[in-house]
Every structure is written in C-alpha cells, then in structure tokens.
C-alpha cells in the first residue's frame, strides 16, 4: 500500500489551562481513553486513531520502498555477523550449571543447564522458540531456579505492554504446574525451601505497586499481599542478596529509595524495612551471616553528602541510619556504581574520570587491589553469578572495537582467565577500525566527553558523515561497548558518535544533577555542542550529522530539532519521550508520579510548568525548515504511549517549511522494546541506517581505504 502524500491528523482544538496559562493542544484526539485496555489488548484501539497511525505507516513503508535493497543487505550483514548457534557462559550454582542459548535461526533463547561439574547432557528448561510460536509477539525475559533446582520460574510477555504472565515448571520432566500468575513485572524470588515465590503484580494503572508471596500449587487469585506501596510517585522491584538469606523489596523514584527485608526461611515474617525513605537518601543493600563476627548487612548508599556514593555496615537485626558505620569512605569523583557480597570478598563495580574498574576487598584485613584495563574507552560489567562461598566472578568486557569479552576472575589469585570471546562468524578485524574519546566545550565551560568509533583510513577532513548518539537522563550512562550492528554504518564511511551529555552519570552524580529538573537544558546544549565540535575538528561534515535518541533520549532529539534544525541533516527519535508537559501533567499514566523528581511536577508547581513547557519538543514546534527525521513507536508501549511521537510528527509536519521527510512508524504489536525476537530487532535497525545514510546521500556502500 502506498499513501499519494503525506497523512495530515485533523487539528481538533482542545484547549487545557494551568497556572493560568492556556495550551491548545489540537492533536489530544489521538490519546485513547481507553489506553489501559489497548496495553492488553491492541485491537481495542479507537478506528480514528488506528487509521491515521496506519495512514503514516503506510507513508512510511512508501519512502522506505527504494530503499528495501539497501535495508536487505544491511540486514544480511548485521545477521552475517551474529553467531545464531550462540551461547552465555554457564553460571555454576551447586550441582548444576545454567545459561542460555540460541539455536540456529532461532528468535528466542532457549533457558538451559547441564551438571556443573563432570560430563553430562544439557537440559533444555524453556525452549523460547517454542513457546512464541504462533505469537504476534513474544518477549522471554526473566527466569528463576527453585533452591533445590526441581524447579523453575519464568516469565514472558505476549504483547510489548511489559505485562508478564510467571509460569512454573518442573525443571526434570517438563511439565508445567497449573499455577500461572497474570499481570505481573516479572520480578521473582524464590522462598528458601523453593514452596514459595514472591512476585510484584502491576495494579489497574499499570504501576508496579502490591509485592505476592504465592505457594506453590494453590489458586494466584488466594496470594498473600505481603506489601502494598502507597506512593504511587515510588515504584517497587524484587530482588535477592547474593548471600540468598533476604528477599529485597526495593521502593523508590529517581532520587530516594527505601527497602525492606524478606526473610527467605521464615514463609510467614512480614517484610522488615532497613531505612524509612528520605528525600534524596539512596541506599542498596547487601547482606553478609558473619561480617567481623556478626550478622551485617553491607548498604550502597549517597546518604549524609556522598554524592558520589560510600559503602556503609549495619547490624541485620537493627540497621536503621542510626547505626550505619563507614565501611568505604565518600571520594568526589569515583562513583561507585555497585557492590557485590560474598563469603571472603567484596566487589564493587565504579567509575572514575569517566572510565569503570572493578576494586576486590578482602574482608579479612580489608586489602583492596583494582582489575585494570588499558584502552582508551571501554565498557564493563560485574557478574556475581549465583554463589555466595566463592572467590571466582565473571566480568565482561567490550570496547568499540573490541568485540564482548567474559573472563573469569579469582579474587585470592587475582588472575583472569577468558571463558569467551563474542564471535563475529563473517569476521571482524580489530585493527581495521579506531575508537577515540575526545572532549567537547559546553557553552559554560564543562568538558564533555565522546567516544567514537570509525574505519582506519576514514578521512578526518571534515568529509565523513556522522551518527551522533545521544541520551541524558536518569543518571544512565552509555557504554562505549562493542556492537555488531554499527560496522554496517562505519564500513560505509560514517563515524559513529557517543555524546556523554550531562543527565547521565560518566563523571559521577554530578554530572547527572547538572541535567536534570531545572538544569535539564545542559543536557541539550552539551548535545549541539558535541555535534559542533566534531564538525570544527574535522571529524563530521556539517551538513552530514544524523542525531540518534530512543526514549528520553527520544526527547533530546525533539529538543535539539527545535533548537537548531539546521545543524542536522537528519534526526532519528526511537520511542521518543517528547510531549512532556502533557504526560507530567496526566498523574493518572503509569510513569508520571515517580518522573517528577527527574522534570519536577507541573501540575503543583508554576516554576516546574513554565520551566518544563519552554524545552518540551511538541510545545516548541515552529515554522522552521526542519530536517529529515524518522520517528518510532510502540502501539502497547507503556512507557512512551504511542500518541507521544505520533502528535509530535503531525506538528512537525503542520509547521515545517522545508521538503525533508517526515516519517513515523508505528510497531502495531510491540511495545517500548520494539519487536522481541532477535532477527526481527534487525530490521527496525536496518531501517534506521537506511534512513541515515539515505539522508546524508550515503546509501549507496563507500569503499573506504584499508
């Protein structure tokens, strides 16, 4: 099907006011009032709504049609470079082993493990392909072992809405108990004795809120409700120590947290609370049985000024904050990301001038030594696997142009042994390409990092085209990991770009605080400020920059798109969070109450309304040329709701006055994630390189010098 012209959504005035300011906001049409049944079920949407987001898929899919060659090959090569028969590292716990694994041409993992110790045949515990099959959707996401391993616990989503059914099966003949447990976050932790689980339930406004405890074998609609978090700005999540004594229930928003303990032998004690919440107090835990001789718990935590985060000590049976006890002092600039316990050691995983080590503590005598790296931009992460008596962890290790690495580490020796390298089965030279991280100057005077990768012999003579990445929120910092799928961008003469822009946490928590409430538009102007400098020192022509963003991320590319709609020549907003003020002002969405503390709360406070509304993108559309820019959407999304890009693209193309594309495609069956399985993933991002090396007129491969 081919749409003639571009769709126009009808403008339908509907006027809303606050603090005295009137908005129009004529594209309201497009939010379904009946959003919570469409999360569950997608053919309920409204046929108005359903026909304009078809109307500019099918605009969409016609732009794309000379590009379909092109977004073929790329997705050959994306697939040519992913080993389909892939496996994890087997993760040891007692006399078994588990790990997951791909089969060849297989979508979904399949959830295994074999004998931890000597030969034995693998046991195929979920069989992911199988389980989606003759699904429109299907996203395997988490999974849990009972204790005595007769069991496990797995959950799945069938519709992108991030709505988990838990099912349990009995790990030796297959079979699955009659206990399935609807509407869930996929959380999950095991009782000790493996008669129990506990899971979080998400209530008729999507948010997950009541924590269960379910035995085994008896009706879900009978679960004890164990907690019930009366905070609808706080959300709850599930966890474990590593010890496996306590279940944690952790509540919170972007700026506090507070948990309690589940004690994992006692299937009647009430959830025991560690610290009551404080506004801007953080805290994780940890726990130890025997820590210098008594029962601890080992708390992360920002608390009294360590803004950079300290390790504090806390008797398990009285650990309020009156009783926390440095364990590893504050120190400006080295943020500690996080801890992980076990018998004789301690792992923390942290970031110093913008780079992560893992420091191994010996409880003993309290020795430390770091795991050091020696490329100039990295990516790291800490895996404590699933016993607590051990000196052995897994990390993982990437680079740009280092494909994913696992080792295994012993804390007494303190050697390394590589358990795997990620395979690229059509090849991949190292050497071939270059990574850099470079700085650029923010309008006050911040130096902003950027890591890029590019093919050795690019010209750095300011002709090359550029992918600019961007996110900047939440205090998530980006990785400069390894990915397969950018070698389709830079083998045809494109740098590829990571600007570490404030609002994530590359150089400690202040450099998140630097781009968040009233000093969100940091966060924007460290963006174009990236792009300029690159441009200026010859990595990137000027009319060749493509500026990528998914979810808030998504809102910095509406944000710089208004600012400076010349410095682009295309923009490609995934999910993108972009009608700002209307969602904070909603407090009946899923995500607003806990996003205040991140964009400050409209609806109470006039500064926070007038503040939000002078950035958010879809109230700063204007008459200008914009350029090219693609937008993504998930129908069942419950994070950015579909109607969030879909208003944003029907302003952009009321006030455009240039002939740049303007696209939205809208996933009809995902949600936020986009499409689940793994080789479908790869189209979306075809589709996204075609349109980026389309727009810069790259579309045709470049040979690049050797």
Partial sequence: MTAPEPPRAPRRSAPVTHHGITLDDPYAWLRADNWREVMRDPSALDGDIRAYLEAENAWQAAYFAPLEGLKDALVREMRARIKEDDSSVPRPDGPFAYFSRHREGGQHPLLCRRPARGAGAETILVDGDAEAAGKAYFRLAHWRHAPGHGRIAF?????????????????AGGADLPDRIEGTTGDMVWSADGAALYYIRRDAEHRPSKVFRHRIGTDPADDAL????????????????QSGAFGLIACGDHETSEVRLIDLADGTAAPRLVAARETGVRYEVEHHPDLAGADSLVILTNADGAEDFKIVTAPAAAPARAHWRDLVPHVPGRMILSVTLFAR????????????????????????????????AYALGLDGGFEFDTAEIHFTYASMTTPAEVWRYDMDRRDRTLLKRQEVPSGHDPEAYVTRRVFALAPDGESVPVSMLYRAGTPLDGTAPLLLYGYGAYGMSMPAGFSTTRLSLVDRGFVYAIAHIRGGTEKGWRWYTDGKLDRKTNTFTDFIACAEHLVAAGFARRDGIVAHGGSAGGMLMGAVANMRPDLFAGIVAEVPFVDVLTTMLDASLPLTPPEWPEWGNPIADEAAFRRILAYSPVNNVRRAAYPAIFALAGLTDPRVTYWEPAKWVAHLRHETTGRAPILLRTNMEAGHGGAAGRFDRLDEVALVYAFALATVGAAAPKPVPA
Wanted: hydrophobic share 45%; aromatic share 8%.
């Fill in 155 to 171: 959950a799945a989503d069938e519709t992108g809405a991030e709505l988990f059914s838990i099912r349990i099966r009995d790990a």
């Fill in 226 to 241: 164990i907690y019930d978090e009366p905070d609808k700005g706080f959300f709850v999540s599930l966890g474990e120590t």
């Fill in 345 to 376: 050691h301690m792992a923390r995983l942290e970031r110093e001038a913008g780079l992560p080590r893992i420091v191994v503590r010996a409880l003993a005598d309290g020795a430390e030594h770091a795991v050091g790296f020696a490329e100039e």
